[in-house]
């Protein structure tokens, strides 16, 4: 999961910082999300991402389009990090559990032969399509008690949206022990951070670098 975010803002750092695109620090707000709508794992981020970045002179250098970046360029870049530091952290010895490295190597090799998928969508223009973003995601866990329909002493029923299938709402069943199993799949290390910041967002150095954007954008100060 660190490695996770580590080059999701390493892949965006470094598209923002290129001088034929944006050339300045970004900054970004990303989300763990580890479930789908049947529970099993599912593991990937959801980052909200300024549209611009902010350069050494302390100028805003804006987006030029919906999309920061092309999506095929960010997904092979991405998916190149996150094999290469997988290998790095196999060979320190930081994957405790994994020892052979004939099955490590078929894994990455698989992986890096599947093309992987970053979904970008346009800016969000209002304040408060911001916040009920975020809220989707930092506040909800793997299964609400709404879709919990009914349990009869050693089934229980449990509604999901079949997204392959128009979004349907459907029923499956699963049996108690099969439910609490894919639930604790999502259960994170103690201590886990599951929302960071990053770039010009980053706690360190929010307050002074927003200010300086402000400043750049002659945007009106925050209200308290």
Known sequence: YDLLFETVWATLAEFGADVKRLDGQMGMTAMLHTWGQTLMRHVHLHCLVPGGALADDGTWHPAKR???????????????????????????????????????????????????VVYSKPCLARAETVVDYLGRYTHRTAVSDGRLLSFDGTSVELSYRDYADGNRCKVMTLTGEELLRRFLLHVLPKGFMRVRHFGFLANRCRAKRLATIRSALAAAPPVS
């Open 66 to 116: 919906t999309s920061l970046f092309p999506v095929r360029a960010l997904s092979r870049h991405l998916r190149g990090g996150f094999v290469s530091r997988l290998r790095a952290a196999f060979e320190a010895g930081r994957l405790e559990r994994i020892t052979d490295r004939n099955a490590v190597d078929r894994v990455l090799q698989a992986l890096m032969g599947k093309a992987w």
